[in-house]
């Protein structure tokens, strides 16, 4: 069985989202005592989209660089076992060190619908469920909801334009489900609006932003060989970052706009990928992100009870605890990420790959056995 090949700044782009999450979470530990920090780091907020647009990309990738007489299953079955087992055991480290705040997320409590929800992925379809138990577990959620549309998506959507209408109506179903949204659950209350912000629907337009993406790659390999690939790219990274929104502009909502300036870093390093941006420490964190990703806000609750305990705060300056604390929570973050990444997400990897090819040998042998008929009299 081939791979698909893989591309250095695809997980560049992984390692430059879950920073851009470390970093906002980390300025939410000092609250308001050093509000510079989450000022300068206020877009990190929106690595999350970059990671649904870099996953709807390279499945895509993935889909139609695999030819396998079993496609479908097969996704399901890596899908499966590339996120279940590290999340899973998320699911124990927080229920054990009690992270997530229960009276925000799960006001009637922990109950066995949340944890059925959340052990299926199916949790991001209750606002009473999508963050119950694992804190920030509301974007696994919503990964693999998408995960259920994408091969119905991949039928449909086999071109460029087909791509950029579907981009359009999933803007126009987005703002249509968060209106039906605001009429079941009351948006003045802060857990139905955030969930209304997590869901697929709102989320999806950023997914068809990368399905979109997947499409122009013959373009970006024609500009890999032109003579001024490098000032393209730079002219790409320029106007990515001029057209990053303020608060106050709302062309799309902010995330889906986000999305289309994601669109243009992507293409920008697919075309030359900058050392700056793709080097050894963005590549290396990109390969762990996901384990990051679940294990930094575990990290960050255990920091904050060692520093409340011993009352760090009262020692230190506000600029010099926050330091402290971020480079504290980085270190044991990427530490804690690097076992689980070895010890749980590559081997569960790997079991996936063998139960694949243990269930194709399966069907090869029984296409082996002839059909026996029954002698006649």
């Not at 991001?124 to 696994?140: D, E, R, T």
């Not at 080097?279 to 964190?285: A, D, E, F, K, Q």
Request: hydrophobic content about 50%.
């Amino acid at each position: 069985m081939i791979e698909p090949k893989k591309y250095p700044y695809i997980d560049a782009l992984r390692g430059m989202a879950i920073l851009g999450v470390l970093m906002i979470h980390i300025s939410y530990m000092s609250g308001s005592t050093f509000s510079e920090w989450r000022n300068l780091t206020e877009t990190g907020r929106y690595g999350v989209q970059l990671f649904y647009l870099v996953s709807a990309f390279t499945l895509m990738m993935s889909l139609h660089g695999r030819h396998e007489e079993h496609g479908i299953r097969n996704f399901f079955i890596r899908r499966l076992f590339r996120i279940a087992p590290a999340f899973y055991i998320a699911m124990v480290l927080h229920s054990l060190a009690h992270t997530v705040d229960t009276d925000l997320w799960a006001p009637e409590g922990i109950t066995w619908q949340s944890v059925l929800a959340t052990l299926t992925f199916f949790h991001g379809l209750h606002p009473y469920w999508i963050n119950a138990i694992v804190p920030g577990g509301w974007s696994v959620a919503v990964e693999f909801s998408f995960y259920c549309l994408l091969p119905l998506l991949v039928r449909w959507i086999t071109t460029l334009e087909r791509a950029i209408i579907a981009f359009v109506v999933s803007v126009a179903f987005a703002y249509c489900a968060n209106l039906i949204h605001g009429i079941i659950f009351n948006h003045g209350d802060n857990l139905f609006r955030s969930h209304a912000y997590y869901w697929l629907p709102n989320q999806l337009p950023v997914f068809m932003l990368g399905i979109l993406l997947f499409f122009i790659l013959p373009y970006i390999a024609r500009l890999q060989k032109h003579p001024r690939a490098f000032a393209i790219s730079s002219a790409l990274l320029l106007a990515g970052w001029f057209i990053v929104p303020k608060s106050s502009e709302r062309i799309f909502t902010t995330h889906i706009y986000m999305g289309l300036v994601f669109i243009l870093l992507t293409v920008a390093l697919a075309i030359h990928p900058f050392g700056l941006l793709v080097n050894r420490v963005t590549v290396g964190l990109g390969q762990i992100s996901y384990s990051l990703y679940l294990t930094h806000t575990l990290i960050i609750h255990l920091a904050l009870q060692v520093s409340g305990y011993f009352m760090l705060s009262r020692y230190l300056a506000p600029a010099a605890w926050h330091i402290i604390m971020g480079c504290t929570v980085l270190v044991l973050s990427i530490a804690v990420s690097v076992v689980i990444y070895r010890y749980i997400e590559t081997p569960g990897i790997n079991i996936g790959r063998r139960f694949i090819g243990w269930l194709q040998q399966c069907y090869q042998v029984s296409n082996l056995v002839p059909d026996v008929k029954e002698p006649t009299l």
